[in-house]
């Protein structure tokens, strides 16, 4: 199996900043792409930024965090980071880490979630 571990996450002012981080572990053979989703009370997930493993490390971000947010990667490892600044009370969320991972084995990519981690953001 495979495991994301988040951490980072807690209160912080608006204007404030954070960096979470997610680990991936387990049975993997080939990670494509990590990334950020957020889900705020009564809200659906929604995407916040994704970035590429195997080819480059091409980045995509939501519209409301571009030029705050940055993602990042460390292949060896398997460990993407969220850099969060300026958060605003909007930002407010759970935040889920994602993989496309091809396990160990397997010829098909799935993909895995973490259990998530609280970010607020105080007026």
């Known amino acids: 199996q495979v495991q994301l571990v988040e951490s980072g996450g807690g209160l912080v002012q608006a204007g404030g900043s954070l960096r979470l981080a997610c680990a991936a572990s387990?049975?993997?053979?080939?990670?494509?792409?990590m990334g950020w989703y957020r889900q705020a009370p009564g809200k659906q997930r929604e995407l916040v930024a994704t970035?590429?493993?195997?080819?480059?490390?091409?980045?995509n971000y939501a519209d409301s965090v571009k030029g705050r947010f940055t993602i990042s990667r460390d292949n060896a490892k398997n460990t993407v980071y969220l850099q969060m600044s300026s958060l605003k009370p909007a930002d407010t969320a759970v935040y889920y880490c994602?993989?496309?991972?091809?396990?160990?084995?397997?010829?098909?990519?799935?993909?895995?979630w973490g259990q998530g981690t609280q970010v607020t953001v105080s007026s």
């Open positions: 994602y993989a496309d991972v091809r396990p160990a084995g397997y010829s098909s990519n799935y993909n895995y």
């Open positions: 387990g049975n993997i053979f080939s990670i494509n792409a």
């Open positions: 970035i590429t493993i195997t080819s480059g490390g091409s980045t």
